[in-house]
């Protein structure tokens, strides 16, 4: 039983990010703010991070895809802080 708690875990995250990255996704399409945009990319990056977590873990334990999920890591939070940037600067 206690086996399948972290396959249910890392589902969940999956499920979580991918909810978030679709509603995001949806609420730029009707508003346009470009800020929804770049944290639609960002969750879009985290749930393929999410991805590749199941599939380290669980399916394919023998090869190791840290560096993978490292780099995914660091470009989701990288596309969110370049949004960031960005748009303060078109408002000043």
Known sequence: ???IFPAVVYLLCFATS???AV???RSYRRS???LLLWSTACFALLAVNNLFVIIDMLLIAWIDFRIVRLLLS???VSVLLFGFIWDLE???
């Open 18 to 20: 991918l909810l978030c």
């Open 1 to 3: 039983m206690a086996a």
């Open 32 to 34: 346009g703010a470009r």
């Open 90 to 92: 078109d408002d000043a």
């Open 74 to 76: 660091l470009s989701a």
């Open 23 to 25: 509603l995001l996704g």
